[in-house]
């Protein structure tokens, strides 16, 4: 069964280093998502991707963040100066379509998440 | 008042048990209900998805939608140790952006 893929699983970085996490969506799907689980809270939406446009963005990914899809089967998180307060599982999500009347091809798929450390 | 609230829990049952996990939600706008099982460090699997109002059922996995009351809820018959996990609902308006709950800490005991 397709899955999402991301990588790194781990990654520890110090305060103010970038860091880039990547995500394989499933090959047949054109929305892209990046969400965040702070240890003990709820997962929060950050961006969703279509097109190579940002569709929608929260109040969280603010200028520090950028997501790209470098190649045909990539998407990419970017955060460029790290804080403490990013320190969290970062998981990419992917749809065939971001809504519909129900019919299924909206559901979003999860990846493992990349839990991010920063010192 | 929050968007989607969910008791954390922990819930804890003896194995065979009837589950029922809910949340409530203020926005009216939301018409996209699901639900995702999470185990430890991973990421979130969809168990259950409903459109508008209504009952779904899968399996041992009954998810049922009160739009009226703006309360929805994940019922699990004959649970199993495997069930043990965490529960989140989620729900969207018309764009593709979940909003997630808190999620339910289930264990079941054999």
């Known amino acids: 069964e397709p899955e999402v893929t991301q990588t790194p699983s781990h990654q520890v970085t110090q305060m103010g280093q970038e860091v880039i996490l990547r995500c394989v969506p499933i090959?047949?799907?054109?929305?892209f998502y990046w969400y965040r689980q702070i240890l003990g809270q709820k997962v929060e939406f950050l961006v969703s991707?279509?097109?190579?446009?940002?569709?929608?963005k929260s109040e969280i990914f603010d200028d520090q963040f950028s997501v790209e899809r470098p190649d045909g089967s990539n998407f990419t998180l970017k955060i460029r100066s790290t804080k403490l307060e990013d320190s969290a599982m970062y998981f990419c999500?992917?749809?065939?379509?971001?809504?519909?009347?129900?019919?299924?091809?909206?559901?979003?798929?999860f990846g493992p998440g990349t839990r991010l450390l920063v010192l | 008042q929050k968007e989607v609230e969910q008791d954390p829990g922990p819930l804890s049952v003896p194995e065979g048990a009837i589950v029922s996990l809910n949340c409530t939600y203020s926005?009216?706008?939301?018409?996209?209900f699901m639900w995702y099982r999470q185990y430890s460090r991973k990421g979130p699997e969809l168990l259950m998805y409903?459109?508008?109002?209504g009952n779904k059922e899968d399996g041992r996995f009954t998810a049922q939608v009160d739009k009226s009351s703006k309360y929805i809820s994940l019922f699990i018959r004959d649970s199993q140790p495997s069930d043990s996990a965490t529960y989140l609902c989620?729900?969207?308006?018309?764009?593709?952006?979940?909003?997630f709950g808190q999620g339910t800490t289930l264990q079941v005991k054999p």
């Open positions: 991707f279509y097109n190579n446009e940002i569709s929608e």
């Open positions: 090959s047949n799907h054109l929305y």
């Open positions: 926005n009216s706008a939301f018409q996209y």
């Open positions: 989620a729900m969207r308006g018309n764009t593709g952006k979940l909003i």
């Open positions: 409903t459109y508008s109002s």
């Open positions: 999500a992917s749809s065939y379509w971001p809504t519909s009347g129900g019919a299924g091809q909206e559901t979003q798929y």
